[in-house]
């Protein structure tokens, strides 16, 4: 069926479409530049992401996935910086990349006022007459409101992965820390440790570094994990 769609759909003028929102033509959301999902009676992008076939892009058309890359979302969203750190996920918002091709979909940061994400933009944030957003539309939720993640193993606990994993945006203070994840008979643990001198957690090599992490930088508010504030 959506073969077919997508070959009534050929030649028919297109429009540009945004990450993350939901078509009226076609009532899917692009989510990158070759996937979507369907979306609710409430316009809510819910349900597996789904891909286009090979070498067809997510659209706004009615055809929702086209050869024609012209017209195609999501084209520089979710889509991992060059040292893998981290990757715009709408305007204002991005997620960590923690050393992946893909961003984790937990780990979550917000840009300040009138600032944009930018994958050019070493800071991450910054304004838009510097860095153009990288990502056109500003539709996604959960930028962290509320009760704040402050016990390691309750972080732990959440993510639901081993390893080490950075804990919050503060350049003074938990950009300095990172948390450790593990299990012991199946129930996940977090412990906390201090990166030595004046170090900072990079989250790409899993390593304390002199150098100075983009999501520590002014122009970053805050950083949530599963909606929940980090430090």
């Not at 979306?39 to 076939?53: I, K």
């Not at 945006?169 to 129930?187: E, K, L, N, P």
């Amino acid at each position: 069926m959506l073969r077919l769609l997508i070959l009534l759909g050929i030649g028919v003028l297109g429009c540009w479409a945004e990450c993350n929102v939901c078509s009226s033509d076609a009532n899917v959301a692009c989510v990158s530049a070759t996937e979507y999902q369907i979306c609710s009676v409430a316009h809510v992008p819910l349900g597996p992401v789904t891909s286009c076939p090979t070498n067809y892009f997510c659209t706004a058309n009615g055809t929702f996935c086209s050869p024609d890359e012209t017209y195609g979302a999501c084209l520089n969203c979710n889509q991992c910086s060059a040292d893998k750190q981290f990757a715009c996920i709408s305007t204002s918002q991005f997620a960590l990349c923690l050393g992946q091709d893909t961003p984790s979909t937990s780990i979550i940061g917000s840009c300040g006022t009138s600032l944009v994400c930018s994958v050019d933009n070493p800071d991450i944030c910054g304004s838009s007459a510097t860095y153009p957003a990288s990502c056109a539309n500003n539709s996604t939720d959960g930028n962290g409101t509320g009760t704040s993640i402050t016990d390691p193993t309750q972080y732990c606990r959440s993510l639901q992965q081993p390893g080490r994993f950075p804990y919050g945006s503060d350049a003074t203070t938990t950009c300095r820390q990172y948390i450790s994840c593990y299990t012991f008979a199946s129930v996940w643990y977090g412990a906390i440790y201090f990166c030595a001198g004046s170090t900072y957690f990079d989250s790409t090599t899993k390593m304390c570094t002199t150098q100075t992490q983009a999501r520590c930088s002014a122009s970053v508010t805050s950083l949530s994990l599963n909606g929940r504030l980090l430090p």
